[in-house]
């Protein structure tokens, strides 16, 4: 149980250490070509620290009650499973610049958090308003109290809900192949957006296959095209 305790602790913050066999075969895939460069005139420590914040329950409510949103508008789209949702969460928290607690890791298949994945999955089942089935479609099922989260989610979430209304809509039917391209192009854009490189279709199609040999099945035309439809939605970094 402490050492339960000290994992979300330390993946709070952005530390997170392998749990079983596949997440190490992931880490070691994943970092080992990392070189990592400090550089003292951008490093603040003080920052830092200030950043780092004790994670209440509140926090993962939020997250829950946003996963339950999602959930209940696509709840009947055969789409929807913990790759569509991840992938939403995630694009909802960047495009409409919310704090909430997550821990996006780069995985394979694109920016991916999968113990907060457990977790919603468990939250949803526990407030009674949906259980994830594997291998049924739609696999989340509507449970007695279906739509209860709404209380919470115009609390928690009144100044976003366009944003997310609009962005639940654009993805509603998109596969879960799409999104997942979407997520990873928006996170290689960001990434070189800090690097204050110059964002292109190339430079986007270089970073996606670097990301992993994963994203090879995805041609240069998908994300060139996936790249310039984004640019017209405007789902793409805000400036930095």
């Known amino acids: 149980m402490e050492q339960d305790k000290m994992n979300e602790y330390f993946g709070s913050v952005g530390i997170r250490f392998p749990r079983d066999e596949r997440e190490l075969a992931n880490f070691n895939q994943v970092s080992k070509d990392f070189n990592f460069q400090g550089n003292e005139h951008v ?3 003080q920052e830092i620290l200030r950043s780092i914040q004790p994670v209440t329950n509140i926090d993962y ?3 829950t009650v946003l996963a339950a949103e999602i959930v209940f508008q696509l709840q009947n789209e055969k789409t929807i499973g913990h ?3 991840q992938k939403l969460i995630y694009l909802c928290q960047q495009t409409a610049n919310m704090t909430l607690h997550t821990n996006f890791l ?8 999968p113990i907060m994945m457990r977790s919603i999955d468990k939250k949803l089942r526990e407030n009674g ?3 994830y089935i594997q291998g049924s479609f739609p696999p989340y099922k509507p449970l007695d109290k279906a739509g209860a989260h709404k209380t919470w989610f115009e609390r928690y979430f009144e100044n976003q809900e366009p944003q997310i209304n609009t962005l639940l809509d654009i993805f509603r039917k998109a596969t879960s192949d799409q999104v997942e391209l979407v997520a990873t192009i928006y996170a290689c854009w ?5 690097r204050k490189q110059i964002v292109s279709e190339n430079l986007m199609i270089e970073r996606v296959y670097a990301w992993s040999a994963y994203k090879e099945k995805f041609t240069k035309i998908q994300i060139k095209s996936a790249y310039h439809w984004m640019e017209q939605k405007g789902i793409r970094p805000a400036h930095i």
């Open 83 to 85: 790759l569509k949702l």
């Open 61 to 63: 409510h939020k997250r």
């Open 106 to 113: 780069k995985q394979a298949m694109g920016p991916y958090d």
């Open 190 to 194: 960001l990434e070189a957006k800090k």
């Open 43 to 45: 490093i603040d420590p």
């Open 129 to 131: 308003w949906f259980e």
